[in-house]
Protein backbone atom coordinates (compact mmCIF):
# COMPACT_ATOMS: atom_id res chain seq x y z
CA UNK A 1 0.00 0.00 0.00
CA UNK A 2 1.25 3.39 -1.25
CA UNK A 3 0.89 7.02 0.19
CA UNK A 4 -1.80 5.56 3.49
CA UNK A 5 -0.89 8.54 5.48
CA UNK A 6 -1.24 6.93 8.39
CA UNK A 7 2.63 7.35 9.17
CA UNK A 8 5.72 9.27 9.13
CA UNK A 9 9.49 8.60 8.88
CA UNK A 10 12.38 10.97 8.57
CA UNK A 11 15.33 10.42 8.55
CA UNK A 12 18.56 12.89 8.22
CA UNK A 13 22.27 11.66 7.59
CA UNK A 14 24.81 14.05 7.71
CA UNK A 15 28.25 13.76 7.41
CA UNK A 16 30.89 16.66 8.12
CA UNK A 17 34.53 15.99 6.55
CA UNK A 18 33.86 12.18 5.85
CA UNK A 19 34.35 10.81 9.55
CA UNK A 20 31.69 12.13 11.77
CA UNK A 21 27.98 10.96 10.75
CA UNK A 22 24.72 11.82 12.58
CA UNK A 23 22.00 9.99 12.11
CA UNK A 24 18.07 11.41 13.10
CA UNK A 25 15.04 9.73 13.07
CA UNK A 26 11.24 11.06 13.41
CA UNK A 27 8.86 8.51 13.25
CA UNK A 28 4.98 10.70 13.38
CA UNK A 29 2.03 9.35 11.64
CA UNK A 30 1.80 11.77 8.79
CA UNK A 31 2.94 9.84 5.58
CA UNK A 32 6.52 8.44 4.74
CA UNK A 33 9.11 11.15 4.20
CA UNK A 34 13.28 10.57 3.45
CA UNK A 35 15.69 13.02 3.49
CA UNK A 36 19.51 12.76 2.98
CA UNK A 37 21.47 15.52 3.12
CA UNK A 38 25.93 15.73 3.32
CA UNK A 39 28.11 18.21 3.77
CA UNK A 40 31.85 17.81 2.60
CA UNK A 41 33.98 20.32 3.90
CA UNK A 42 37.21 20.80 1.52
CA UNK A 43 40.45 22.64 2.37
CA UNK A 44 42.86 24.15 0.01
CA UNK A 45 46.27 22.82 -0.75
CA UNK A 46 49.56 24.29 1.07
CA UNK A 47 51.40 26.75 -1.39
CA UNK A 48 54.96 26.66 -0.82
CA UNK A 49 57.80 29.27 -1.69
CA UNK A 50 61.49 29.57 -1.93
CA UNK A 51 62.93 33.04 0.20
CA UNK A 52 64.66 35.16 -2.72
CA UNK A 53 67.16 36.86 -0.32
CA UNK A 54 69.42 39.05 -2.38
CA UNK A 55 73.41 39.12 -1.56
CA UNK A 56 73.97 42.59 -2.74
CA UNK A 57 71.97 45.75 -3.17
CA UNK A 58 72.04 45.72 -7.12
CA UNK A 59 69.81 42.42 -7.28
CA UNK A 60 66.38 41.75 -6.55
CA UNK A 61 63.47 38.74 -6.50
CA UNK A 62 59.80 38.20 -6.26
CA UNK A 63 57.94 35.77 -5.81
CA UNK A 64 54.20 35.21 -5.55
CA UNK A 65 52.00 32.15 -4.98
CA UNK A 66 47.96 31.32 -4.81
CA UNK A 67 45.87 28.56 -3.52
CA UNK A 68 42.13 27.29 -3.60
CA UNK A 69 40.34 23.74 -4.25
CA UNK A 70 41.21 23.45 -7.34
CA UNK A 71 44.78 23.27 -7.02
CA UNK A 72 47.62 25.75 -5.93
CA UNK A 73 50.36 27.34 -8.03
CA UNK A 74 53.61 29.64 -7.92
CA UNK A 75 56.23 31.91 -9.87
CA UNK A 76 59.04 34.15 -8.93
CA UNK A 77 61.94 35.36 -11.14
CA UNK A 78 64.95 37.32 -10.07
CA UNK A 79 66.91 39.94 -11.32
CA UNK A 80 70.05 41.89 -11.51
CA UNK A 81 71.17 45.57 -12.97
CA UNK A 82 73.37 45.75 -15.79
CA UNK A 83 75.94 48.17 -13.12
CA UNK A 84 75.96 45.16 -10.44
CA UNK A 85 79.42 43.85 -10.55
CA UNK A 86 81.35 46.75 -11.22
CA UNK A 87 78.93 48.69 -8.32
CA UNK A 88 79.88 45.68 -6.05
CA UNK A 89 83.68 45.75 -6.97
CA UNK A 90 83.61 49.35 -6.68
CA UNK A 91 82.07 48.99 -3.06
CA UNK A 92 84.70 45.99 -2.19
CA UNK A 93 87.60 48.39 -3.68
CA UNK A 94 86.07 51.66 -1.10
CA UNK A 95 86.04 48.87 2.14
CA UNK A 96 89.73 47.76 1.67
CA UNK A 97 90.81 51.67 1.31
CA UNK A 98 91.13 51.58 -2.33
CA UNK A 99 89.37 54.49 -2.96
CA UNK A 100 91.06 55.60 -6.09
CA UNK A 101 90.82 52.30 -7.62
CA UNK A 102 86.70 52.52 -6.40
CA UNK A 103 86.41 55.86 -7.97
CA UNK A 104 87.98 54.36 -11.16
CA UNK A 105 85.63 51.93 -11.18
CA UNK A 106 82.33 53.80 -10.62
CA UNK A 107 83.13 56.01 -13.27
CA UNK A 108 83.05 53.11 -16.08
CA UNK A 109 79.48 52.14 -14.78
CA UNK A 110 76.71 52.88 -17.71
CA UNK A 111 75.20 54.69 -14.08
CA UNK A 112 77.74 56.87 -13.69
CA UNK A 113 78.05 57.79 -17.41
CA UNK A 114 74.03 58.50 -17.95
CA UNK A 115 74.63 60.97 -14.65
CA UNK A 116 77.25 62.69 -16.70
CA UNK A 117 75.65 63.14 -19.65
CA UNK A 118 73.27 65.20 -17.35
CA UNK A 119 75.54 66.93 -15.43
CA UNK A 120 78.73 67.58 -17.36
CA UNK A 121 80.94 68.93 -14.41
CA UNK A 122 80.84 65.11 -13.12
CA UNK A 123 83.48 64.11 -15.83
CA UNK A 124 85.81 66.83 -14.03
CA UNK A 125 86.32 64.82 -10.96
CA UNK A 126 89.64 63.16 -10.30
CA UNK A 127 89.66 59.88 -8.63
CA UNK A 128 92.60 60.16 -5.56
Excluded at 66 to 76: E, I, L, R
Excluded at 101 to 124: S, V, W, Y
Aim: hydrophobic share 35%.
Amino acid sequence: MVGSGNSRNLNANEAISGSDARSHNDNRSQGNTTSVSYRTERNAPPVYLGAIAPTVSCAGGLNAGASSQGGSGAFGFTWISADCKQTVAGQNMAAIGETRMACEIFRQTDGFKRAARRNPALNEIACR
